[in-house]
């Protein structure tokens, strides 16, 4: 167990649905990152957030959006479903606000169907 | 931009033979190079390069990163069938943030 703890671990919905993604990172770490595995891309970063903000953003989506709450927890939502979405969505956090030690969750596996 | 490029994209070896993973990368202001193994889901943290010519070595397992060519290998001896997996590298992408930007990574797969 990483310590990143990310659900649900699968994820089945129909195009044009709304889903909404959790992370709780390990205990300490203020960083939360988001990341994308799809079969054809590789792991593509999302999104950062450090201790509540916004700290950096990669190709995210406009139908996609992120926060971090007060308990240090993260949501990725994503919305209307294409079926190019389904990808393994991963977690990571770390302590420091520039990185360093990452530690990944087990991810969520989205299928949009 | 930045890019890490990893070769090949896929191995297939037999058990006892040592294989060799290439990672290379243009990253702007680089600071260092990681290593991931990624088995059935997360991936896990290997080894983090920074200096030149110092090898890390965990087991089997080593890494050496040559920053005049701008590369790092991964090498793993006396291969097991539980060494299959993907291999990631990495190198942290500052602006004032530190993101990772992930090589395609190599699929490794040991046959009995």
């Known amino acids: 167990d990483s310590g990143v703890t990310q659900t649900p671990k699968h994820l089945i919905t129909a195009t044009g649905q709304r889903v909404t993604l959790r992370c709780s990172p390990r205990?300490?770490?203020?960083?939360v990152y988001w990341y994308q595995q799809s079969l054809d891309q590789g792991l593509q970063f999302l999104i950062q957030y450090y201790n509540g903000e916004e700290r950096a953003k990669g190709n995210i989506l406009e139908r996609f959006s992120a926060q971090q709450f007060p308990d240090l927890h993260s949501e990725l939502n994503l919305s209307s479903l294409e079926l190019g979405d389904s990808a393994l969505y991963f977690c990571?956090?770390?302590?420091?606000?520039?990185?360093?030690?990452?530690?990944f969750g087990s991810g969520t596996r989205l299928t949009v169907v | 931009e930045d890019k890490v490029v990893q070769s090949p994209l896929s191995l297939v070896v037999h058990e006892g033979d040592t294989v060799t993973l290439n990672c290379s990368y243009e990253?702007?202001?680089?600071?260092?190079l990681l290593w991931y193994k990624q088995e059935k889901k997360a991936p896990t943290f290997l080894f983090m390069l920074t200096s030149s010519g110092i090898e890390k070595k965990s087991g089997r397992l080593s890494s050496i990163l040559d920053k005049k060519e701008l590369s790092s290998i991964l090498n793993i001896t006396a291969t097991q069938t539980g060494d299959s997996a993907i291999y990631l590298c990495a190198a942290p992408f500052h602006q004032g943030a530190q993101k990772l930007v992930f090589g395609q990574g190599t699929r490794l797969t040991i046959n009995p």
């Open positions: 990571a956090s770390s302590t420091e606000p520039n990185g360093g030690g990452y530690t």
């Open positions: 205990s300490g770490d203020l960083s």
């Open positions: 990253v702007t202001n680089f600071r260092s």
